[in-house]
């Protein structure tokens, strides 16, 4: 395994960096008001960051694995708007690679240029009130009508939902006897009738929109299906490696601003006659915030190299998202600490990191599911 970024990827790094610091101007503006960030979007999507993973053939760049975890991890740490990053990374790894890795030819040529581009906005439909980290009991139906399926249940806690074009919908087709065998994936777009969604408001990532969606009787093609009828749990899993993987490259990249912030703060501030990074009950903190760093990157790095060799990376991915979310909770908790009071205001932003932090541990499998999946892997019973 090498992970040495080469002199392109360097290259792209300052560039992305450079952007990033640009973006995020307003970021406490739009935390305050929850107000989604339409000029930083559409710079994103100028900039090709929506596309950075998707084939030049539909509108993106088709970077390489490990190309795409440095360029997220770059702006994650560059743009303090982790709300507009987070909205970015549900529509990239959450809808945009599903319709490029599972999708047919008619599909990918029909929505993925306008999702590069940025004039769709996509999203990730898979949790109901009722059905969060248990996926197979979902009880959104999908019945079978002709060249139709009708759509009927609900959806809730979905990112970007009050904003978004296009939907990847998880339903209910049958009550086969395997559980694995009873979903299916759709692509839908908002706008089909009898679709609704009621806005939610959060603690953090506020500048993600979130969202139920309310489906009744929408109708949808059959060509719409993402994956054959059943696949929908497979299809799941084997993009699990981006939704548990990539999509938590820019909290790496924030694991990083968050440490230079701390060193920074520990080297400047004085208490009784020192910089109070002289003192071990400070340093050590820091020292864990690098530790913290070091170890996310490597599983980042391992996931993406063993993607770009076409290997699974289930178990690192689980792992990675583990390790990034709990390490960005606790490395945000630590940095509002050395900061003391000023931490705690709204002048610093570093209140907005630990609320935007804390969301990490919960969405895309919780951490407790991690864990039982990395045990479940080692052949433990589930
Ligand atoms: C910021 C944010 C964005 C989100 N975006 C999306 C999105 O775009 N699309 C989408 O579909 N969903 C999204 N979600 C929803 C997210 O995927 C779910 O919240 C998550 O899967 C957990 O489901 P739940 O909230 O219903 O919790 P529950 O499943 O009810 O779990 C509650 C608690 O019980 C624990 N628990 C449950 N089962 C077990 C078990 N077997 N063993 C041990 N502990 C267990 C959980 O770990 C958790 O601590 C988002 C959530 C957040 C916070």
């Known amino acids: 395994m090498d992970f040495a970024p080469t002199a392109e990827q360097r290259a792209r790094q300052a560039e992305v960096m450079a952007f990033g610091q640009r973006l995020g101007a307003n970021a406490a503006e739009h935390d305050r008001l929850g107000v989604f960030d339409e000029a930083g979007w559409k710079a994103c999507a100028d900039f090709g960051v929506l596309g950075w993973p998707i084939s030049p053939t539909y509108g993106g760049s088709g970077l390489d694995p490990l190309s795409v975890a440095m360029a997220f991890e770059a702006l994650g740490h560059s743009c303090v708007d982790n709300g507009l990053v987070f909205a970015i990374n549900n529509h990239v790894f959450a809808c945009a690679v599903y319709i490029a890795d599972h999708g047919t030819d008619e599909?990918?040529?029909?929505?993925?240029?306008?999702?590069?581009?940025?004039?769709?906005?996509?999203?990730?439909?898979?949790?109901?009130?009722?059905?969060?980290?248990?996926?197979?009991?979902?009880?959104?139906?999908?019945?079978?009508?002709?060249?139709?399926?009708?759509?009927?249940?609900?959806?809730?806690?979905i990112s970007n939902a009050p904003v978004a074009g296009l939907f990847i919908v998880f339903a209910r087709t049958s009550d086969d006897n395997v559980p694995q065998r009873r979903l299916t994936a759709f692509i839908v777009p908002a706008d089909t009738p009898g679709l609704s969604v009621r806005p939610i408001a959060k603690a953090g990532l506020r500048g993600t929109p979130m969202g139920e969606i309310t489906f009744d009787s929408c109708v949808v093609p059959a060509e719409h299906r993402l994956g054959a009828e059943g696949a929908g749990y497979r299809l799941f899993t084997s993009t699990m490696e981006w939704e548990r993987g990539?999509?938590?490259?820019?909290?790496v990249g924030v694991l990083g601003r968050l440490l230079e912030r701390s060193v920074d703060h520990a080297t400047r501030r004085t208490q009784f006659g020192r910089p109070i990074g002289g003192y071990q009950a400070v340093s050590g903190k820091i020292a864990d915030m690098r530790v913290r760093l070091e170890l996310a990157q490597l599983l980042?790095?391992?996931v993406a190299w063993l993607r770009s060799q076409g290997k699974l990376a289930l178990h690192e991915a689980s792992m990675l998202k583990l390790c990034v979310s709990e390490g960005l909770k606790a490395t945000a908790l630590d940095a509002m600490q050395l900061h003391g009071a000023r931490g705690?205001?709204?002048?610093?932003?570093?209140?907005?990191?630990?609320?935007?932090?804390?969301?990490?541990?919960?969405?895309?499998?919780?951490?407790e599911i991690q864990r039982s999946v990395i045990a479940g892997l080692l052949g433990l019973p589930a």
């Open 107 to 157: 599909q990918r040529e029909r929505w993925l240029p306008r999702l590069c581009d940025g004039s769709l906005i996509g999203a990730h439909a898979l949790t109901e009130p009722d059905h969060g980290s248990d996926m197979l009991a979902i009880e959104t139906t999908a019945r079978q009508v002709g060249d139709d399926y009708i759509l009927n249940g609900t959806k809730t806690f």
């Open 246 to 251: 990539f999509m938590f490259a820019s909290q």
């Open 300 to 302: 980042l790095y391992k």
């Open 344 to 367: 705690y205001t709204e002048e610093l932003g570093i209140e907005r990191e630990v609320r935007d932090a804390l969301a990490g541990t919960i969405y895309a499998g919780t951490s």
